[in-house]
């Protein structure tokens, strides 16, 4: 691998997100790498882990509890993520315990059996190759509130994130074989 990472600029094989991100996007060539925005049209399912840039992933356990685990094969981080409407509105569900993933209006990150319209986030493209997701139905004083997960892998108030915030970046991922198995 021999680029930069828009991430950090420094080479890709320096840090775990930037090796990471260099295997999903073929880092070998010096150019800007397009994305596929089809699935943004609705009704499309992909399953995802989501890689926050504080080097977690995005699970949901058993028991509701939305976490980060820095295991890549941890099952409970492989996620459904379902487009629910046109301009990239999303539903994310965790395969093996079947909760979404919804904020309530104080910005805590809740898992719910049932699909609701808290359970609505915006997909937000950012120009280091990480995405954001917003919630869709609640907003702090005009100011958007994304999913982010902390340093120590846990969820962060909503009203305390913002787009520049390196808690709310993530790279969905496809999974690796290990992790594709559920039990």
Request: charged share 25%.
């Given at each position: 691998?021999?680029?930069?990472?828009?991430?950090?600029?420094?080479?890709?094989?320096?840090?775990?997100?930037?090796?990471?991100?260099?295997?999903?996007?073929?880092?070998?060539?010096?150019?800007?790498?397009?994305?596929?925005?089809?699935?943004?049209?609705?009704?499309?399912?992909?399953?995802?882990?989501?890689?926050?840039?504080?080097?977690?992933?995005?699970?949901?356990?058993?028991?509701?509890?939305?976490?980060?685990?820095?295991d890549p094969t941890n099952?409970?981080?492989?996620?459904?993520?379902?487009?629910?409407?046109?301009?990239?509105?999303?539903?994310?569900?965790?395969?093996?315990?079947?909760?979404?993933?919804c904020m309530n209006k104080?910005?805590?990150?809740?898992?719910?059996?049932?699909?609701?319209?808290?359970?609505?986030?915006?997909?937000?493209?950012?120009?280091?190759?990480?995405?954001?997701?917003?919630?869709?139905?609640?907003?702090?004083?005009?100011?958007?509130?994304?999913?982010?997960?902390?340093?120590?892998?846990?969820?962060?108030?909503?009203?305390?994130?913002?787009?520049?915030?390196?808690?709310?970046?993530?790279?969905?991922?496809?999974?690796?074989?290990?992790?594709?198995?559920?039990?």
């Open positions: 691998v021999r680029c930069l990472c828009v991430a950090c600029a420094l080479p890709c094989v320096v840090c775990v997100a930037c090796v990471q991100l260099a295997a999903i996007m073929n880092c070998s060539k010096h150019e800007r790498h397009t994305r596929n925005y089809d699935y943004m049209e609705g009704g499309d399912v992909r399953i995802r882990q989501l890689f926050s840039r504080t080097q977690w992933f995005l699970s949901i356990d058993d028991g509701g509890n939305i976490t980060g685990t820095q099952c409970y981080s492989i996620l459904e993520i379902r487009t629910v409407s046109e301009g990239g509105i999303l539903a994310i569900k965790g395969v093996k315990s079947q909760y979404y993933i104080a910005g805590q990150l809740q898992a719910k059996r049932l699909y609701t319209d808290n359970c609505n986030f915006k997909e937000v493209f950012l120009e280091n190759y990480f995405n954001a997701y917003s919630s869709v139905k609640w907003t702090k004083n005009g100011k958007q509130m994304f999913i982010a997960l902390s340093q120590k892998g846990r969820p962060v108030r909503g009203k305390k994130t913002r787009r520049e915030n390196v808690a709310s970046h993530f790279i969905p991922m496809q999974c690796r074989e290990e992790a594709g198995r559920i039990d």
